[in-house]
């Protein structure tokens, strides 16, 4: 019995030592070794990205990928390798992508990769593909070479657009950013990340989303609602179909618009109803331009006008972009009349209190009544009656 166990024993170190000898010294697999060779060759890929050395990028990816990434100003690029499945001279990366863009953003912005990879004539690993995970949105260098051009509060990021098409997007954020510090405080970052792709399908890519279901909608704003400040800075993708047919007064409220979003985000909760947070946005965002409540909303207007005065605040279902888009333009417009009711009655300053109010609670029951309360001194059916009566008054 004893020398059994003894046999047994020395047969399992004989095997052991056999597949040591079969998997290479220090007991490491065959694809943990694949592993670390392609960890290695995206830690000397990010390396080279961030130091603009193209050359030593061509040894580890393909120069388009360089090419397309240059203009961008990174403070940070690096991959981590989650999992690599080999045939051969070839091989399928999962991979998460985290960088941060310089000056923008306080945390990096992680995303999931899928890349290509191959072996070359003399055994080194090389990245022939990169690309979006699937379910993974674009980002803007998949879709081709990017184009920055850089303001006092803005930094414009596009593909397929002119230096000039760029500089008027520069513009109109630079107007944005100081016109809503003015209107909601310096409470925030104070400069703003403009995506401009080369058309909807461009902008749909970027959100990994139906190009449909975009269609006709200017711009959106990405972020962290409730932020700490510690999240990426927020993007806003512009639809670049949609906004060229806005006149210039229009293409002001649109940034701007957005960039309220910016401003507000960290005290935008699940708490914020849509009607608040849009209607919020549009206020900033024809504030100063003169338009009167009929231009600014044209189809809340005609409905009133024909008696269907709506008899509640606009619910978050009504803001669906599959909407009837009558039923979607009153909506924003109606949002818009209720933050314009509160400046004229009860100030500019008391509209950010409230909004800020509503932000603080946790969840939405019970955050505009006790906003109202407590801001507004008044009560959601109260509130909801001035709402309507104001909405009666711009007949004249």
Not at 110 to 119: C, D, F, I, Q
Not at 157 to 173: F, H, I, K, N, P
Not at 345 to 360: C, D, K, M, P
Not at 361 to 372: C, N, S, T
């Amino acid at each position: 019995m004893t020398g059994r166990r003894r046999a047994s024993r020395s047969g399992v170190l004989a095997l052991c030592l056999l597949l040591g000898l079969l998997v290479g010294c220090g007991g490491q697999s065959a694809p943990d070794s694949a592993r670390t060779a392609v960890q290695r060759l995206l830690d000397r890929q990010s390396t080279a990205l961030l130091h603009h050395d193209g050359t030593a990028y061509t040894r580890t990816g393909a120069r388009t990928a360089y090419e397309n990434l240059s203009a961008v100003p990174l403070a940070s690029w690096s991959y981590r390798l989650t999992a690599l499945h080999r045939t051969g001279a070839t091989a399928t990366a999962d991979a998460q992508l985290s960088y941060r863009v310089k000056g923008y953003d306080t945390s990096p912005v992680t995303v999931g990769r899928t890349l290509g990879l191959r072996l070359t004539a003399d055994g080194q690993w090389y990245v022939a593909t990169d690309g979006p995970a699937k379910k993974s949105g674009q980002q803007l260098w998949d879709q081709g070479k990017v184009s920055v051009v850089k303001g006092a509060h803005s930094l414009v990021m596009g593909v397929g657009q002119s230096a000039d098409s760029l500089r008027t997007y520069r513009s109109l954020a630079d107007h944005a950013v100081p016109a809503v510090s003015d209107a909601w405080g310096t409470d925030w970052t104070r400069h703003v990340v403009v995506l401009v792709p080369g058309s909807l399908d461009g902008m749909a890519g970027l959100l990994g989303a139906p190009a449909a279901s975009y269609r006709g909608i200017a711009a959106v704003t990405t972020g962290e609602a409730g932020g700490s400040g510690s999240a990426p800075a927020d993007r806003i993708i512009v639809n670049p179909d949609a906004y060229a047919l806005l006149g210039s007064v229009g293409k002001q409220v649109v940034l701007t618009h957005e960039t309220t979003h910016v401003a507000t985000r960290a005290h935008t909760t699940a708490a914020t109803p849509l009607w608040l947070s849009e209607g919020y946005a549009d206020w900033i965002g024809y504030r100063g331009t003169g338009r009167t409540a009929t231009q600014a909303a044209p189809e809340l207007y005609r409905a009133v006008l024909d008696g269907d005065v709506p008899t509640a605040l606009p619910t978050d279902k009504d803001f669906g972009f599959s909407s009837d888009p009558t039923e979607l333009a009153q909506a924003y417009e109606g949002g818009w009349m209720a933050c314009r009711m509160i400046e004229d009655r009860w100030g500019v300053a008391r509209l950010g209190r409230f909004y800020r109010a509503v932000g603080t609670h946790k969840k939405r029951p019970g955050a505009v009544e006790d906003a109202l309360k407590n801001v507004l001194g008044t009560t959601l059916a109260d509130f909801t009656e001035q709402w309507r009566d104001y909405l009666r008054a711009q007949r004249g």
